[in-house]
């Protein structure tokens, strides 16, 4: 069969088209599979950080209005209630009522503002009311307060669950003393 050219591919050159082909295509999946990791991370701690801002600016300037939280505040002080955690402080605008911050002391809790008159609200989750109800709740698995010379230290760790892995971000918030 001379001058007869071979036309097609041989059985070896279309195995190693498929081999190559399986390749690239479970490269492309682990790469896009790990792309999908970081966003879902990324999108994890921008709720955080939401999270955060919110639980400041509650703790700061106050649940109750603007000027009943810890910027606003004198005579505070930290103390123990059964397993709570206590910050307990006193408002200038609220005209002498205390109100109190505290924490049940429990692992995976949420820290809890409370009002002269004993209203009290979950400030880490305040963010839920945004439109994120349907999402895991952000909650604190570590508080720690004190007081040293006009200087109110709050210490919190913001805790979220998503996708099965717990995503955490370490919060520390200073706050001088309104003189008397």
């Keep these: 069969m001379k001058g007869r050219t071979s036309r097609g591919f041989t059985l070896v050159e279309m195995m190693m088209a498929i081999v190559i082909s399986v390749a690239v295509f479970a490269a492309m999946g682990t790469l896009l599979n790990r792309c999908f990791s970081l966003w879902l991370d990324a999108q994890a701690q921008w709720k955080l950080a939401q999270h955060a801002r919110v639980t400041r600016l509650q703790i700061l300037n106050g649940g109750f209005g603007v000027g009943t939280g810890l910027l606003s505040s004198t005579n505070v002080s930290v103390r123990m209630n059964g397993s709570?955690?206590?910050?307990?402080?006193?408002?200038?605008?609220?005209?002498?009522?205390?109100?109190?911050?505290?924490?049940?002391?429990?692992?995976?809790?949420?820290?809890?503002?409370?009002?002269?008159?004993?209203?009290?609200?979950?400030?880490?989750?305040?963010?839920?009311?945004?439109?994120?109800?349907?999402?895991?709740?952000?909650?604190?698995?570590?508080?720690?307060?004190?007081?040293?010379?006009?200087?109110?230290?709050?210490?919190?760790?913001?805790?979220?669950?998503?996708?099965?892995?717990t995503n955490t971000l370490p919060q520390v918030i200073e706050a001088r003393l309104v003189n008397e």
């Design 84 to 165: 709570w955690k206590l910050v307990e402080f006193q408002p200038v605008t609220k005209g002498g009522a205390y109100c109190m911050l505290g924490w049940p002391g429990d692992s995976m809790q949420n820290i809890w503002l409370f009002g002269g008159d004993g209203e009290g609200s979950a400030v880490a989750q305040t963010v839920s009311s945004w439109g994120y109800s349907d999402q895991p709740s952000v909650l604190v698995n570590h508080f720690d307060a004190t007081v040293s010379n006009q200087v109110v230290t709050l210490s919190y760790t913001l805790n979220f669950l998503s996708m099965g892995r």
